[in-house]
């Protein structure tokens, strides 16, 4: 007696044909995306407000809070955007937006760190 096991689609094969014609891989379909309510003309943030798993549920997501926002909202500044993140699925937006924050603050830690490195001159080139 065998026994079949049914994948779904996207699991036979590597990409999905996507509505607009872009193919999402696995991990667009399962990699958990931050939204992010930034303003573009001050250039601050107001934080993670959700995180999705999946790019499409991300996208959907992204979709309605641009169609919830109040004109005036939207005339600020206020725009939202979607980041891909290690953040899992379903976290307090609160928590998520601390975690995406140390992780920024590392992140530019470490580009200042090298940049430091990289402008010192080597004992080479005052030769």
Request: no cysteine; hydrophobic share 35%; proline share 5%.
């Amino acid at each position: 007696m065998s026994t079949e096991i049914a994948f779904p689609a996207f699991a036979r094969s590597p990409l999905v044909e996507a509505a607009n014609g872009f193919s999402l891989t696995r991990d667009d379909l399962t990699a958990p995306y931050a939204i992010i309510r930034h303003n573009i003309r001050t250039y601050r943030s107001a934080g993670v407000v959700e995180v999705v798993r999946g790019k499409r549920n991300a996208e959907s997501a992204l979709e309605k809070l641009e169609a919830s926002q109040g004109s005036a909202d939207h005339h600020e500044g206020w725009r939202y955007f979607l980041e891909k993140t290690g953040i899992k699925a379903g976290t307090d937006p609160a928590e998520a937006t601390q975690r995406r924050q140390a992780k920024l603050e590392v992140r530019e830690s470490n580009a200042l760190r090298e940049t430091k490195t990289s402008i010192v001159p080597s004992p080479d080139s005052q030769r």
